[in-house]
T-cell receptor, first 116, second 114 residues
């Protein structure tokens, strides 16, 4: 089955630790995204990548880092510099069409990160 | 000003009612518009794309007004199962990177009541 997979579903982190959230897709999509969602809020863009070995900061990139070494994978590291990391993290992918337009995004099931 | 703005609601409507949501976007260079549905504690899922000519899918109708920079979603004959948060999505141009990225509004919550 084609799709986008995030792991783990739930993650607990101690303050001061870095953690890495996994995102893998087998849809052959060029573009991948990381969003953060806080309770009762919309999705805010953390990082995005249009092609392999290239990624750009979104609106709230501070305290996060990513890599895009393979087309299928776009892991997100939440560093200790992120002051309020408890949130729901969503990874998405889409096709990059003509003129750099992105088609609709397909989402993974998300990772709930809690700092304890 | 937010790039994509929506009325957060909640919209509480009885079954069978017609309800409309609006979404405004600030970047006139935006292209590609979508409506997503998100159920509680779940990932968003595509409801429908929005085209300049407007498009309809069963009880759902989406419209785009480029001159006024807003998109709308109309739901007719509301069902209990329509209760969810509806997210407006715009493929906007990020000037500092020269790239486009899908940007989400904060969502409008709909509660359909029996």
């Amino acid at each position: 089955d084609g799709g986008i997979t995030q792991s783990p579903k739930y993650l607990f982190r101690k303050e001061g630790q870095n953690v890495t959230l996994s995102c893998e897709q087998n849809l052959n999509h060029d573009a991948m995204y990381w969003y953060r969602q806080d309770p009762g809020q919309g999705l805010r863009l953390i990082y995005y990548s249009q092609i392999v070995n290239d990624f750009q900061k979104g609106d709230i990139a501070e305290g996060y880092s990513v890599s895009r070494e393979k087309k299928e994978s776009f892991p997100l590291t939440v560093t200790s510099a992120q002051k309020n990391p408890t949130a729901f993290y969503l990874c998405a992918s889409s096709i990059t069409g003509q003129g750099g337009l992105n088609t609709e995004a397909f989402f993974g099931q998300g990772t709930r990160l809690t700092v304890v | 000003r937010k790039e994509v703005e929506q009325d957060p609601g909640p919209f509480n409507v009885p079954e069978g009612a017609t309800v409309a949501f609006n979404c405004t976007y600030s970047n006139s260079a935006s292209q590609s518009f979508f409506w997503y549905r998100q159920d509680c504690r779940k990932e968003p899922k595509l409801l429908m794309s929005v085209y300049s000519s407007g498009n309809e899918d069963g009880r759902f109708t989406a419209q785009l007004n480029r001159a006024s920079q807003y998109i709308s979603l109309l739901i007719r004959d509301s069902k209990l199962s329509d209760s969810a948060t509806y997210l407006c999505v715009v493929n906007r141009w990020l000037m500092d990177t020269g790239r486009r990225a899908l940007t989400f509004g904060s969502g409008t919550r709909l509660q359909v009541q029996p």
